[in-house]
């Protein structure tokens, strides 16, 4: 449903993030196949996925996310059942297997997480972009941060038609890293995630 087995292989910067190992993107896939899994054996709402703080997290990727790990009992994949900090996202999608597999090598990716929510989340198939158009993300500049990069790709009108459905909703991941990570700024800038949804 939301292709997560790539999380195994995204190339990630690491002279950026040293701390993304092979063992975090696979306690990160546990992370959600385990909540996903626990809320079907429970028979809890389908809505709860994307709102409850209810999580299954192993000490090394609590210490990843920033936050001390749970005291409950391991299972057999490491994983505690967990709570998360009130001052931490809930749901599947603040997930680091989903904010990392939908990301760049070295940055965040508005399109690519707006993408992931229209199109699996909202079910809502966008057309591809037309054959002769540079789809190439902007470059990186750390003069601007993320937000103000691809608002200014959005403005060219041959774009604007597609990306005003998909960067809104994916400014709202914003204070998310391309390993998934909770962030407060974008480099040395403010973070803006605010968004919207705007229905063709």
């Known amino acids: 449903w939301l292709g997560l087995e790539s999380i195994e292989t995204v190339a ?9 190992t092979p063992g975090i993107r696979t306690d990160m896939l546990w992370q959600t196949l385990q909540t996903g899994s626990t809320w079907l054996e429970r028979d809890v709402a389908f809505s709860a996925l994307f709102t409850s703080p209810l999580s299954f997290i192993s000490d090394s990727l609590a210490s990843f996310y920033g936050f001390d790990a749970a005291t409950t009992t391991p299972n057999a994949q490491g994983l505690r059942e967990t709570t998360l900090p009130a001052n931490y996202p809930a749901g599947i999608l ?33 057309a591809p972009p037309p054959p002769n158009l540079d789809t190439s993300p902007p470059a990186v500049d750390p003069s601007k941060s993320t937000r103000e990069r ?11 038609s597609c990306h005003d ?6 400014f709202g991941f914003e204070h998310y890293d391309a390993v998934g990570r909770w962030r407060a700024q974008d480099g040395v800038h403010p973070i803006d995630a605010s968004g919207s949804i705007l229905y063709s």
């Open 12 to 20: 990630r910067n690491t002279s950026l993030y040293p701390e993304f």
């Open 94 to 126: 603040s997930h680091g297997s989903v904010l990392a597999t939908y990301a760049k090598a070295s940055a965040s990716s508005p399109i690519h997480r707006g993408v992931l929510v229209r199109e699996r989340v909202l079910c809502h198939e966008l």
């Open 150 to 160: 691809y608002i200014e790709h959005a403005s060219n009108p041959a774009c604007s």
């Open 165 to 170: 459905l998909i960067d809104p909703i994916g």
